[in-house]
């Protein structure tokens, strides 16, 4: 078994009976103890009383975090002539059309979000195998296949964050870093919590959300009462 260093062992007797916090104390706790050499990420996890493997209880949206997620994000866009300028303009990393999709093939995908005009669908269809397991298939529901190519751009670039229930329904993201202020960050807790509120399927019955747990990239996790987090 590895061997547990001083800085991890203190960070996790900081966490001990600490469960159903408010988000400003998780926060507040959270950044009080992360020990890493780097600006770790912060990440809630939801459990959500839904089964995906059902399309009637699905969760799936978008949400722009009004502070940003602290994160670089490299944009991606398929489109032709004066939609492919447009993508440029706006700042994507990558534009193309069939070029870009032989590339996605022979496994080249240095992006983290990717975006369509209705008329390359066709092309894009082809990767659906390869995309659609790492969350990356471009979609109308979430503004990703879109002929407003600018907005879609900036909006990717501009902190937009992109949820999906797994299996056993859990959402997962990230939602800012750990040099963020504090009240920054409890903002972008309850953005993120209130859109995933608001996607609830028709199917969903009895308690949609479970249970909500923080935690930054290398830390420990600790749970927020969820009455805490949602935003009427």
Not at 28 to 44: G, M, R, S
Not at 185 to 195: P, T, W
Request: hydrophobic share 45%; proline share 4%; aromatic share 4%.
């Amino acid at each position: 078994m590895a061997k547990i260093g001083k800085r991890t062992r203190a960070a996790r007797e900081a966490f001990v009976g600490k469960e159903n916090m408010s988000v400003e104390e998780a926060v507040t706790l959270i950044k009080a103890n992360a020990n890493a050499k780097f600006d770790e990420t912060i990440e809630i996890a939801m459990n959500l009383g839904v089964d995906p493997r059902h399309a009637d209880q699905m969760v799936r949206g978008v949400v722009g975090l009004p502070n940003g997620t602290g994160k670089t994000v490299r944009v991606a866009v398929f489109a032709r002539g004066a939609k492919a300028e447009e993508a440029t303009a706006a700042g994507a990393d990558i534009v193309g059309a069939e070029d870009l999709m032989e590339a996605v093939q022979g496994g080249k995908i240095d992006f983290d979000r990717c975006i369509a005009t209705p008329d390359m669908m066709p092309v894009v269809g082809r990767l659906g195998k390869v995309l659609g397991p790492r969350n990356l298939m471009p979609n109308p529901k979430i503004g990703t296949v879109t002929m407003d190519v600018k907005e879609a751009v900036e909006a990717a670039k501009g902190g937009q964050v992109q949820f999906k229930a797994e299996k056993g329904g859990v959402v997962h993201a990230g939602i800012g870093k750990l040099s963020f202020d504090e009240a920054k960050l409890v903002e972008n807790v309850r953005a993120f919590v209130g859109a995933v509120s608001k996607a609830k399927p028709a199917g969903s019955k009895g308690t949609y959300m479970k249970k909500i747990a923080l935690s930054s990239t290398m830390g420990p996790g600790v749970t927020v009462e969820v009455d805490s987090a949602v935003t009427e």
